[in-house]
C-alpha cells in the first residue's frame, strides 16, 4: 500500500513539475474553468430554463469540445461548428420536410439512405488533405447534427424554432470561448511557431558549434567530461522531431487575426519552409555525430592541420544561424548578415585550400566536415532568400 | 463560371483518385453509414421513442464522434467514453445531492466551483503525457458529462433514471461501433504499423542501393534520365516524416484484442524502436544524397578505385535490410541473416583496406561512404538485436 501511495505522490509530482515548468498549461486549465463556470452559471440561473437536454446543455458541450490550447485552435473549430451545424441544419430540414410529405412507409427509407449517403461521403471528405486541414472538425459536426435532425420526430414547426435556438446557444457557446481565449493570456499559435522556429535555431547554432569543438578539440580524450554540455549538443534531436508540431501551429496559425507583431495575413508557410531547411542543416549534423562518436583514430598531424580552420567554419557558419535567429525574432532586415555570410563562405573556402594542400593518409574526419560545410551554406542560402520574403 | 466548375471538377477527380489509391477508405466510409443508419433507424423505430433531445441522441452522436478508421482508435475512444461517462455521472450526482441539500442559496455556489475545480484539473491532466497517451479523449468526456449533470435542474429520481439511460444507449452506440469496424473489413491499427515498418525498410534498401549506384556509374553524366528511378531513390524522405504516424499507431495498438498473427501482447513498442533505427539511417542517406548532389568534381583514378568494393558494401547492406523487412512481414528468425551479416562486414572491411592503401589527392567521394557504412552496420546490429527480441 505504501508502495501505491508513494508512486500516486510521484505521479502527482511530476505533473506538478510539469505545470511549474510551463506556468501557461496551469492558465489554460483556470481558463477552461473560467469558461465552463461562466456558461454554466449563465443557464442555471437563467428563468427561461427548460430542464435537461434542452438547450442550455448545447452552451455547456461547445464550451466543453471547442476549447484549445492556442487562440488559432479555437477559433479554427468554433467557426467550424457553426458552419457545419447550420449547414447540416438546413439539409436536415429540407430532408425531414420530404420525409415527412412521402407517407409513413416510405419515410424510414428516404430517412435511412439520406442518413448514409450523406454520412458516406461527409466521411471520405474528411481523407482530402485540403479538407482534413481545415475542415476535419467541421465535417464531424455535419454528420452529427444531419443524422440528429434527420431522426428526429418532430413536426417542422417545431424543428424550426428549436434550431434557432439550437444555433443561438452554439453562438453564445462559442463567442465565450473565443473571448476568453483571446482576453485571458491568449496564446497564440502564430507566436509559439514564431518562437518555436526561433529556439531551433538557436539549438542547431549550439549544437554546431558544441560538435565540432568536441571533437576536435578531446579527440579521444575525457568522455563524460560534463552532462549538462552533451544535452547542449544534442539539441539538434528536438529539431528533427518537431515537424509535426510546425505543421499544426501553422495550420492554426492561419485562422487566428492579427495580433502583436503579426499581421493577419503573415506569410506562415514561409515558417515552414524555414522550418525544413533547419531541419535538413539538423539531418547533417545527425551525421556529423555520428562521426564523432565513431571509433576511428585519426593521427595528430592531419588533426592539427585542419582544426582551425574546420572550427573557423563552424563558429562562423553557427554565428550566421545566430543572426538569423535574431533577425527572426526581431522581423527586421539584419544589416549583418551579409558581412556575416561571406565570412562563412571565405572560410569554407580557406578549408578547401587547406585540404588541397594536405596528402592525407587517412582523412576520414576532415572530410566528415564536407557535407555539413555544404548543407549549412546551402541552409544559409535558403534562409536567407526566405527572410527577405518573411521581412519585405 | 467555366472556370469554377472545371476547378470543382479537379477537385473532385483528386479526392476520387485519392479513394482509388486506397480503397480502403471508401469501405471505412461504407462503414461509417452503416454503422450511423442502422443506428438511426433502430432508434427511430422504436415505439417507446421519447422526442428529440430524449436519449437516442446520445446513441447516434457516440456513433458518430467514437468510429475512427482503425480498430485501436475506436476501441480506445469507446473505453475512454464510458468510462469517463460513468465516473463524472457518479460525481456530479454526489455534489448535486450536496447542492440541493444545502438550500437555494448556496447551491449556485457550489455547482459553480466544482465545475471550475473539476473542469480545471481534468483539464490539466490532459497535458500529462502518460495520460494523454490513453485517456486524453475520456478527460473530456469527464468534463462534458460532470457539467451537464451538474448543471441540470432535475429532481434527484429523475436525475438516476436518466443516468441509467444515458449510459445505456452509450454502450448500445460503442458497441455498435465497436461490431463493425471489427466485423466489416477491420483495419487493425497494428497491421498497419506492421505494414508501415516493413515498407520503410524496404524504401531504405532500394534508395541506398540507388543512391550509391547512381553516385558511382553515373558521376557527372546524364541528370535526367528517368524521373520513375529518381522518385524511388527518394522513398526514404517518406522514412524522415514517418515518426507522428508510428506513434500514433503503437499508441492505438496497444487497445487491440489479439488479431491475426498478432498476440494480445505483442511488443508495439520495439516496432518504435526499430522505427527509430530505420530513421537514423535514413539521416545518414540524406546525408549522402547531399553529396551526390554537390558539385564535387571526382578525379576517374579514384573513382574506379573505390567503386567496386562500395557498390558491394551498399548492395549487401541492402541485403541485409531486405533480409530484416521480409523477417519482419513472416516474424520467423531469418536463418541467412547471420551470413548476410557477415559478407557486409567483410566488405566493409574490404573497403576500409581499399582506402587505405589509396592516397587521394582530393578524396571527397570516397571518405562520404564512411559516415553511410559506419551507420548501416550501426543500423543492423540495433535492428538484429531488435528483431531478436520480436521473434523470442
Not at 438546413?90 to 450523406?118: D, R, T, W, Y
Not at 472538425?137 to 434527420?150: D, P, Q, R
Request: aromatic share 8%.
Amino acid at each position: 500500500e505504501a508502495f501505491f501511495v508513494k508512486k500516486v505522490w510521484r505521479f502527482l509530482k511530476k505533473a506538478w513539475d510539469l505545470g511549474v515548468d510551463d506556468p501557461r498549461k496551469f492558465i489554460h486549465c483556470l481558463k477552461v474553468g473560467i469558461a465552463l463556470t461562466v456558461v454554466s452559471l449563465f443557464y442555471y440561473m437563467r428563468p427561461l430554463y427548460d430542464g435537461f437536454g434542452g438547450n442550455a446543455m448545447w452552451a455547456v458541450m461547445t464550451v466543453v469540445v471547442v476549447f484549445e490550447n492556442n487562440v488559432g485552435a479555437s477559433v479554427c473549430k468554433c467557426l467550424n461548428r457553426i458552419c457545419g451545424t447550420s449547414l447540416a441544419g438546413f439539409l436536415g430540414f429540407g430532408v425531414h420536410c420530404l420525409a415527412s410529405k412521402s407517407g409513413p412507409k416510405l419515410e424510414p427509407f428516404i430517412v435511412g439512405s439520406s442518413v448514409f449517403l450523406l454520412a458516406s461521403a461527409a466521411t471520405f471528405s474528411r481523407f482530402i488533405p485540403s479538407v482534413k486541414a481545415r475542415f476535419d472538425y467541421g465535417a464531424m459536426i455535419f454528420i452529427l447534427t444531419f443524422s440528429l435532425v434527420s431522426v428526429s420526430g418532430y413536426r417542422v414547426d417545431e424543428l424550426l424554432g428549436m434550431a434557432r435556438e439550437r444555433i443561438s446557444t452554439i453562438i453564445v457557446g462559442t463567442s465565450l470561448c473565443i473571448l476568453v481565449s483571446m482576453l485571458i493570456c491568449p496564446i497564440w499559435a502564430g507566436g509559439e511557431l514564431h518562437v518555436l522556429i526561433h529556439r531551433n535555431m538557436e539549438k542547431l547554432a549550439i549544437s554546431l558549434e558544441g560538435c565540432t569543438s568536441e571533437f576536435f578539440q578531446s579527440n579521444g580524450g575525457v568522455d563524460d567530461k560534463n552532462k549538462e554540455s552533451n544535452e547542449k549538443l544534442l539539441g539538434f534531436k528536438c529539431v528533427l522531431g518537431s515537424k509535426a508540431n510546425e505543421e499544426a501551429m501553422a495550420k492554426f496559425a492561419l485562422w487566428e487575426p492579427a495580433h502583436g507583431q503579426f499581421n493577419y495575413k503573415h506569410p506562415w508557410k514561409q515558417y515552414l519552409k524555414i522550418g525544413s531547411s533547419i531541419r535538413s542543416c539538423a539531418y547533417c549534423l545527425e551525421a556529423l555525430n555520428a562521426c564523432i562518436n565513431s571509433e576511428h583514430k585519426v593521427p595528430e598531424s592531419i588533426m592539427e592541420h585542419v582544426s582551425d580552420s574546420c572550427l573557423t567554419v563552424s563558429s562562423n557558419a553557427s554565428r550566421v544561424i545566430r543572426e538569423l535567429a535574431e533577425t527572426m525574432k526581431t522581423m527586421k532586415r539584419s544589416s549583418t548578415i551579409d558581412v556575416l555570410l561571406g565570412e562563412m563562405n571565405s572560410s569554407v573556402q580557406e578549408l578547401q585550400g587547406n585540404l588541397k594542400s594536405l596528402l592525407p593518409e587517412n582523412g576520414t574526419p576532415i572530410m566528415d566536415m564536407i557535407p555539413v560545410l555544404t548543407c549549412v551554406s546551402l541552409l544559409i542560402e535558403i534562409a536567407n532568400r526566405v527572410e527577405a520574403i518573411v521581412d519585405a
